[in-house]
T-cell receptor
């Protein structure tokens, strides 16, 4: 069966520090992968999506970047975190246009 | 611009009562509509997924409806339980770009609180 792993679950980082969140998928190949952010009291905002290795599309300009070094690995990064980067980050994957499966999320607090 | 609007923003109901959540969308070209339940601090979990030709779909005490003409969907929860307390998110999928490429547009969710 397919599973998605996302870590860490919680993270507290100082302003200006780097960030790396990792997401991996098991049990499938060539999935579409997504990074979303959910600010407090707001809906899910698509940050990046990837349809294959090395293929990254950005939905909104921001202080973050994404990379897909392997077929089932998706990484969200930042060189220098801002206070406004705080939020709940979710990784998701879709097998074509059927179900969307989400990771458990990472609660990022920038202090 | 693709948009998904949900109402109400929040809702409080007594345990055992029914409730209906609304979702209006302007997404094109429409592919499917999904309802998710998201517990606080967790990732969303799928409740239902409906394509253009489906009007109603049930999952236990959850029943979703879809009117593709008016671009509206509803999620009806019957005999609510305390464990139903969560955010319910409407998500619409649209085709974009090349074959096999789809984009999800999320509503902001309805926060449901079921009280004893």
């Amino acid at each position: 069966s397919q599973t998605i792993h996302q870590w860490p679950a919680t993270l507290v980082q100082p302003v200006g520090s780097p960030l790396s969140l990792e997401c991996t998928v098991e049990g499938t190949s060539n999935p579409n992968l997504y990074w979303y952010r959910q600010a407090a009291g707001r809906g899910l905002q698509l940050l990046f999506y990837s349809v294959g290795i090395g293929q990254i599309s950005s939905e909104v300009p921001q202080n973050l970047s994404a990379s897909r070094p392997q077929d089932r690995q998706f990484i969200l990064s930042s060189k220098k975190l801002l206070l406004s980067d705080s939020g709940f980050y979710l990784c998701a994957w879709t097998p074509m246009n059927t179900e969307a499966f989400f990771g458990q999320g990472t609660r990022l607090t920038v202090v | 611009k693709n948009q998904v609007e949900q109402s109400p923003q929040s809702l409080i109901i007594l345990e055992g009562k029914n409730c209906t959540l609304q979702c209006n969308y302007t997404v094109s070209p429409f592919s499917n509509l999904r309802w998710y339940k998201q517990d606080t601090g967790r990732g969303p979990v799928s409740l239902t997924i409906m394509t253009f030709s489906e009007n109603t779909k049930s999952n236990g005490r959850y029943t979703a409806t879809l009117d593709a003409d008016t671009k509206q969907s509803s999620l009806h929860i019957t005999a609510s339980q305390l464990s139903d307390s969560a955010s319910y998110i409407c998500v619409v999928s649209a085709r974009f770009g090349g074959a096999g490429s789809y984009q999800l547009t999320f509503g902001k969710g309805t926060k449901l609180s079921v009280i004893p």
